[in-house]
C-alpha cells in the first residue's frame, strides 16, 4: 500500500531527474549549436542508433560479456585455490604475495599489446588479459579473507580438537566470503575494461572492437551507443553481484559492533 | 567425587585425597616473546589442582595472565614450562576425549550459523554424529532458547547469544569447563542470571569448572575456592575456600560471611597489587591461606 503512495513513486522518480534534464540540455545545446555529428552526437542520434540496430550491439555486447566473465572466471578460479594454499603456507604467501601486489600496483593495460603478440588474434588474448586484471585483487582480497578468522572461535574450535581441514571449510571459508565479495567488487569493472581493451587492440568482434573500429571512421554516434551499452553492462552485472551478496552475508547485517 | 568434602579443603590435603584430580597444573611459566622487546613474563610458576566437581574461580589483577592461565589448561596455548595433566593426561588427549568445554568472553559464535547449528558445532567436529542435533536442541533447551534455534546470532540479543555459546559448550558434555570470564560483555544482571544458570547445568553435568572472572562477588557467589593470583608475573597469592553452604542462591549476596569472604578477598588483591614484585610480601599473603573465622 504505503509503496504506491505519491510520495514513495516521487522518491523513485527525483533521482532520474538529474540525468535527465542532463539529457535534454544537451540536445538542446548541441542542436541548437550546429556542433557536428562527428565531434558530439546529439543524445537522440545515439539512441536512433542503438535501437536502429539493436541486434548489432547486443551481439558484441555479449561478446564483451563473455570475454569478461570467461576471464574473472579463470582468473578467480585459480586465485581463490591459491588463496587458500598461501593461507596454509606462509612460505608460499611470502613469495608470492609481494609480486601479487607489485603486478596489482602495475597499470596492466600495458602488457594488452603484449599479450595480442604472444596470443594472436581472437578469444585468448581477451580471456587471459581479463584474467590478469581480476587475478590479483581476487588473490589478494582471499588471502586477507582466509586470514580473518575470529581469535575466540578458532580457539572453541582448537578446544575441541578441530583437523585444519575443519577449521578451513568449517570457519575459514565462510570468513572469507566478505572480503571475497569486495575483491569481486573491485574486479568486476576490471574484468569489462580488460576486456575492452583487449577487443579494441586485437579482436572482429566485441564493443571493444566496436568502439575502435567506431573511433577510426569518426563514427561517434556508434562510439556513444556502444558506451551507453558497456554502461548498462557495467550496471547489470554490479547489480547481480550486489544481489548475490545481499544473499551470501545476510548474517552480516546489522552485527553487533 | 562428593564435592562437598572437598569443598573446603586446602590444596595440599585435596591431593592426597583424591588420586586422579580434575586439572593438576605443575610449575606452569609463560611468557610472550615480543619482536624487539625482552621475553615479557605473564606466569611466574603456577600451581594448581582442581579437585573433581569442584568450581574453582582464579581471581587477578587484570592483565596479569589469567587467560592464559586458562587457555594453558585448554592446551590452545603450550606454556614455556611447566606440565598440566587434565583427568591424568595430557590437554591434547582430553580435547580429543571432547572433554573440555572452553568458553571465552567472546561468544565465537558463527554469524552464518543458526543458533542450532551454532550448538551444534563442537559436537559435528571430528565426529560425525547423527545425535548432534538432539544433544544440541537439548543444550539449548537447556539454556531456554528452544523457540530460538532458527535464529541467527545477529537476530539475537547479547545474553541470548552468550546462552548459545554456553549451549555450544554444554553439548559437548564435558567433563572440565574452562570458562574465561564468560560473561563479562553482559549488563550485571543478565550476568548474575546467567552465572546461576551456569552452576545449575553445571551440576546437571557434573563437570569440574576453572572460572576466571575479575569480579569478587561472582567468584565468591559461584566457586568453592578461589585462586587469588598477584599482578604480572603471576604467582598464586591465596587459595580461599568459599565456605558458603550448597545450593546457593541470589540471596547468598545478602549474607555476613558472603560480605566476609569478598572483604578477604579483596584485601588480598589489594595487598597484590601494591606489592606484586618482591618475594616477601607473597610469602606473607600465603600465610592467611586458611580465612580467619
Not at chain 1, 539529457?23 to 537522440?44: I, K, M, T
Not at chain 2, 585435596?14 to 615480543?34: F, G, K, M, N
Not at chain 2, 554424529?129 to 533447551?141: D, F, N, V
Amino acid at each position: 500500500m504505503s509503496s504506491k503512495s505519491p510520495r514513495h513513486m516521487a522518491g523513485r522518480l527525483v533521482p532520474l531527474l538529474v540525468p535527465a534534464i542532463l539529457l535534454v540540455v544537451a540536445e538542446v545545446w548541441l542542436r541548437l549549436s550546429h556542433v557536428p555529428v562527428y565531434l558530439a552526437p546529439p543524445p537522440s542520434t545515439v539512441a536512433a542508433r542503438l535501437f536502429g540496430d539493436p541486434t548489432f550491439f547486443l551481439g558484441h555486447g555479449v561478446t564483451t560479456l563473455l570475454g569478461a566473465l570467461a576471464g574473472l572466471a579463470l582468473g578467480g578460479g585459480v586465485a581463490v585455490p591459491l588463496a587458500a594454499a598461501m593461507a596454509q603456507a606462509p612460505i608460499l604467501e611470502r613469495t608470492i604475495l609481494p609480486l601479487a601486489i607489485l603486478v596489482k600496483v602495475t597499470p596492466v593495460v600495458a602488457l594488452a599489446p603484449l599479450f595480442v603478440i604472444w596470443f594472436g588474434f581472437g578469444w585468448a588474448p581477451i580471456v587471459l588479459i581479463v584474467t590478469l586484471f581480476t587475478f590479483f585483487p581476487v588473490l589478494v582480497g582471499g588471502v586477507a579473507g582466509l586470514r580473518s578468522v575470529d581469535a575466540a572461535a578458532l580457539a572453541f574450535l582448537g578446544s575441541v580438537a578441530a583437523t585444519p581441514a575443519e577449521v578451513f571449510w568449517k570457519l575459514r571459508v565462510p570468513s572469507a566470503l566478505p572480503h571475497l565479495f569486495a575483491a569481486l567488487r573491485v574486479a568486476l569493472p576490471l574484468a569489462l575494461i580488460g576486456a575492452v581493451v583487449a577487443e579494441w587492440l586485437g579482436s572482429d568482434r566485441g564493443l571493444g572492437h566496436v568502439v575502435g573500429a567506431a573511433h577510426a571512421r569518426l563514427d561517434l554516434p556508434t562510439l556513444a551507443a556502444a558506451v551507453v551499452v558497456l554502461a548498462a553492462l557495467g550496471a547489470l552485472l554490479t547489480a547481480l553481484l550486489a544481489w548475490a551478496e545481499r544473499r551470501a552475508l545476510f548474517w552480516q547485517r546489522s552485527d553487533e559492533a | 567425587m562428593s564435592r562437598v568434602s572437598v569443598e573446603a579443603a586446602p590444596i595440599a590435603e585435596l591431593t592426597r585425597s583424591e588420586p586422579v584430580p580434575a586439572v593438576r597444573a605443575r610449575a606452569i611459566r609463560a611468557a610472550y616473546q615480543l619482536a624487539g622487546r625482552p621475553p615479557l613474563a605473564v606466569l611466574d610458576g603456577i600451581d594448581l589442582t582442581v579437585a573433581s566437581g569442584e568450581l574453582v574461580a582464579l581471581l587477578g589483577p587484570s592483565g596479569c595472565g589469567k587467560s592464559t592461565l586458562l587457555r594453558i589448561l585448554a592446551g590452545v596455548q603450550l606454556p614455556s614450562d611447566g606440565t598440566v595433566e587434565i583427568d591424568g593426561r595430557p590437554p591434547a588427549e582430553a580435547r580429543r576425549a571432547k572433554a573440555l568445554g572452553l568458553m571465552l568472553q567472546e561468544h565465537a559464535l558463527l554469524p552464518w550459523r543458526t543458533a542450532l547449528d551454532n550448538a551444534r558445532l563442537g559436537l559435528e567436529v571430528n565426529r560425525s554424529s547423527g545425535s548432534s542435533a538432539t544433544l544440541a536442541r537439548e543444550a539449548l533447551s537447556g539454556v531456554g532458547l528452544t523457540d530460538f534455534a532458527d535464529y541467527y546470532p545477529h537476530q539475537l540479543s547479547g545474553g541470548m547469544r552468550q546462552r548459545v555459546a554456553l549451549a555450544r559448550t554444554l553439548a559437548l558434555r564435558p567433563r572440565l569447563l574452562l570458562l574465561d570470564e564468560p560473561f563479562a560483555a553482559l549488563d550485571e544482571l543478565t550476568r548474575e542470571e546467567l552465572g546461576w544458570e551456569l552452576t545449575r547445568l553445571r551440576t546437571s553435568i557434573e563437570a569440574t569448572a576453572v572460572m576466571v572472572t575479575h569480579s569478587v562477588a561472582e567468584a565468591v557467589a559461584l566457586a568453592d575456592r578461589v585462586v587469588v593470583l598477584s599482578a604480572r608475573p603471576a604467582r598464586v597469592l591465596a587459595v580461599v575456600p568459599v565456605e558458603l553452604p550448597r545450593p546457593r542462591a541470589v540471596d547468598v549476596e545478602g549474607t555476613a560471611e558472603f560480605a566476609r569472604h569478598v572483604g578477604e578477598i579483596k584485601r588480598l588483591l589489594r595487598g597484590g597489587v601494591e606489592t606484586s614484585q618482591p618475594r616477601g610480601s607473597s610469602d606473607l599473603l600465603r600465610e592467611r591461606q586458611r580465612v580467619p573465622s
